[in-house]
């Protein structure tokens, strides 16, 4: 069935409560197991329903923010929502105070347990309302970045649109690209921090209303830190600013001298471009980098070319950058079908093929998974996913050249490049997330002072002359998880750090490493994040001094491959 065939629904809210409230009392009545694990069966099939109907809507209002209806449509999810997400709550608590719990944990993996004992202590009735007005702010936040408007190059473009032109070989062109793009965000800097103190103070509101002092350890729970806390953070941020932070640098240095600049800050529009030619881009248009894609994943595997036909032939894909195109990519799964769907913003530049294996990667793994059971196992949390999607880009690498021909090379040093200067990115993220939420009086140009702060420890290298907004910390206000899901980024950096192993292994024709991936893939969220990291034979990053090897190979591999113009 195509994608455009999916029939969307509106779930109706009243229905859905009474027949939860129907499944509460057959758990309660249950005279014996059997009783229990059909009614528990049922439960789990009206859950798969309800999430199916709302991705829909989500998904094809991100495609057009434009459209009305599902517009309309996400707006009744965020009021609904958290009502129903209440109801659920008491059926859950009823199941895992059931005393037919033991025999249930021989037929539902431990994990489905452990998620929704953290699920008790992030829901009750009294935050409804504060969790609804969340989700207002975020879908504000969202909308906003989806309706900009910027004039430049005798085009308008959107934020992601423009971004091509923010990659150009042209320095001067890139440099007005980037004042285009970071002026719009100067204009509306207002807006954008008020909405983000409105959603510092609502989610620290739902946290003390939850019994916590800050929102902090609220979103650690939320997050499904299932086997790490906040003191494994702090240990891994050392670890970073220890072993990445002075390889990136050296990364920066080269690069800086490729430009013809003394030291290794680099002015923000040059900071993207690797080389001085410009870097590598895709040498086709959307329809034949799918068509390569589709050649690469056959001959990877026989189950990841029935995967990727599967996505081309339902039409579950939505690739290019247009108006009214909310911003970024992800990939969702729509329980109902046991299919994913990937959504992108192709712009013409090498993030393009990243973004695809990346997102394929999630597909993949979903796919894999696709008949767990419960249905919400499908995925792993989030860092352990983020493992599937970024080993998936080094695991692609043997198939670059059907997207980069001659510039091959200059894609390898990029991807691989950009792994090693993402970590201290994606710390920063995380990071100030912990200040925000730990401080949260703070006004909009305290939160703009601690970014830069934070920035100028992680990504020493940033020259921001002439863009006002970036000196004063603005860069975080484009960073979409930062509104729609706090404490969601360091997921990223624990799951590059496991990928650059994979790349290692790969390195050294380790013959294994792909079916090893395999294994853990089609765990799905059945193990906790170090589970899977074993499963995948590869190394848990959270001990001190855990990156110094792999950190090593890295600058090894950096010091045979030096690409020149």
């Known amino acids: 069935m195509n994608f455009l065939e999916f029939k969307y629904q509106r779930p109706d809210k009243d229905e859905v409560l009474t027949r939860l409230q129907e499944l509460l009392h057959q758990f309660e009545q249950a005279e014996d197991y059997a009783a229990f694990f059909n009614t528990f069966q049922q439960f789990i ?25 599902y ?11 958290p009502i129903v997400d209440n109801a ?4 859950d608590q009823v199941i895992l105070n059931s005393p037919y719990r033991q025999q249930l944990e021989n037929d539902v993996p431990k994990t489905w347990f452990m998620i929704h004992e953290f699920n008790q202590k992030v829901m009750s009735e009294a935050i409804i309302e504060d969790l609804q007005e969340e989700n207002k702010l975020a879908s504000r936040y969202q909308n906003v970045i989806a309706s900009a408007q910027i004039d430049f190059n005798d085009e308008v473009h959107t934020l992601a649109s423009i971004e091509k032109y923010m990659s150009d070989p042209d320095r001067n062109m890139r440099k007005q690209a980037h004042k285009a793009y970071w002026g719009w965000f100067a204009d509306h800097e207002q807006e954008i921090g008020d909405i983000f103190d ?17 929102f902090t350890p609220f979103g650690y729970l939320r997050m499904l830190r299932l086997d790490y806390d906040r003191y494994d953070v702090e240990q891994y941020r ?5 072993d990445v932070v002075p390889v990136a640098m050296e990364l920066y240095q080269a690069q800086a001298k490729r430009h013809g600049y003394e030291g290794p800050t ?14 590598p881009q895709p040498k086709y248009d959307e329809p034949e980098l799918v068509r390569r894609a589709l050649q690469m994943y056959r001959e990877l595997s026989e189950q990841t070319g029935i995967f990727f036909e599967g996505m081309v032939d339902q039409n579950l894909m939505d690739l290019n950058a247009k108006p009214g195109k909310a911003a970024g990519g992800y990939c969702e799964i729509l329980p109902d079908y046991g299919v994913p769907f990937i959504f992108a913003n192709f712009n013409g530049t090498n993030a393009d093929i990243e973004t695809l294996t990346h997102e394929a990667g999630h597909g993949f793994q979903a796919w894999l998974s696709r008949n767990a059971f419960p249905y919400d196992l499908v995925w792993p949390t989030n860092e352990s996913a983020e493992i599937d999607s970024m080993g998936m880009e080094f695991l692609t690498w043997p198939w670059m050249e059907l997207f980069f021909e001659e510039d091959t090379a200059k894609y390898y040093y990029t991807h691989l490049e950009g792994a090693v200067k993402f970590l201290g990115y994606g710390v920063l993220v995380d990071h100030f997330q912990h200040e925000v939420y730990d401080h949260p009086t703070w006004n909009h140009d305290q939160r703009m002072a601690c970014w830069r702060e934070l920035e100028q420890q992680y990504l020493p290298q940033k020259d921001y002359q002439d863009i006002d907004v970036l000196e004063r910390g603005g860069w975080w206000m484009r960073q979409l998880h930062i509104f729609m899901m706090p404490f969601y980024y360091i997921d990223y950096t624990l799951a590059q750090v496991v990928a650059l192993q994979i790349w290692s292994r790969m390195q050294r024709h380790d013959e294994t490493v792909f079916d090893d991936y395999v294994a853990m893939a089609k765990c799905g969220g059945t193990k906790t994040f170090k589970e899977l990291v074993t499963i995948s034979k590869n190394i848990v990053p959270f001990e001190k001094g855990c990156l110094k090897q792999t950190m090593q190979d890295v600058k090894a591999w950096f010091e045979a491959h030096d690409v020149e113009e």
């Open 45 to 69: 099939e009206l859950e798969k329903h309800f999430q199916t109907q709302m991705q829909l809507a989500n998904i094809r209002h991100s495609i057009d923010t434009r459209d009305e209806f």
């Open 71 to 81: 517009t309309q449509e996400c707006d009744y999810f965020d009021v609904i929502s």
């Open 88 to 91: 659920i709550h008491a059926i």
């Open 198 to 214: 409105q959603l510092v103070q609502v989610r620290t509101k739902i946290a003390n209303k939850m019994g916590y002092e800050t």
């Open 238 to 242: 050392q670890n970073v600013l220890e």
């Open 266 to 279: 680099l002015p923000a529009w040059d900071e993207k471009i690797t080389f001085e030619s410009g870097n």
